[in-house]
């Protein structure tokens, strides 16, 4: 299972671009891989293509990339009040592509930022509706809709 979630998390850095720059991402993948591992060694072994490992991994994904969402706005934000080096916005908006928006959403309400400039949430708005699409898309093409 680790051996599988390393291989899928290191070839989506390797094939697309911007994740390359997003240090984020690094701290994504080291929190499902050390999730992977926990489970692993503690609990159950799975085979790497098992239907479980695909749960597993997409359960792991889901909660690290909010985790890791939430923590960038709030790097941003304390960045902000103390006018240091900001998170550019294209790094919170893969994040919130890779579905991270629930952690964004609750990020924005708790520490009011990202509110109130219009084309930072229009652009978020439009990173949920491409992530809807895209998981459409996908149980369209698994045949699961």
């Not at 599988?4 to 989506?12: D, E, K, R, Y």
């Not at 240090?23 to 799975?46: D, G, N």
């Not at 978020?124 to 996908?138: K, R, T």
Request: glycine share 2%.
């Amino acid at each position: 299972m680790v051996i599988t979630f390393t291989a899928i998390l290191i070839g989506l850095l390797a094939l697309i671009r911007p994740l390359q720059k997003n240090s984020f991402y690094i701290l994504h993948a080291a929190m499902v891989i050390l999730a992977a591992y926990f489970v692993e060694t503690h609990y159950f072994r799975v085979t790497p293509f098992a239907y479980k490992t695909f749960l597993l991994f997409l359960v792991f994904h889901a909660v690290s990339v909010n985790i890791t969402t939430f923590i960038a706005y709030y790097v941003d934000k304390r960045a902000a009040v103390r006018h240091q080096w900001r998170v550019p916005e294209n790094t919170l908006h893969i994040l919130e592509f890779l579905g991270g928006w629930l952690g964004a959403l609750l990020a924005q309400k708790i520490f009011r930022h990202k509110t109130q400039k219009k084309s930072f949430r229009h652009i978020f708005w439009l990173m949920i509706f491409l992530e809807f699409c895209a998981v459409f898309i996908i149980l369209k093409y698994l045949r699961l809709l």
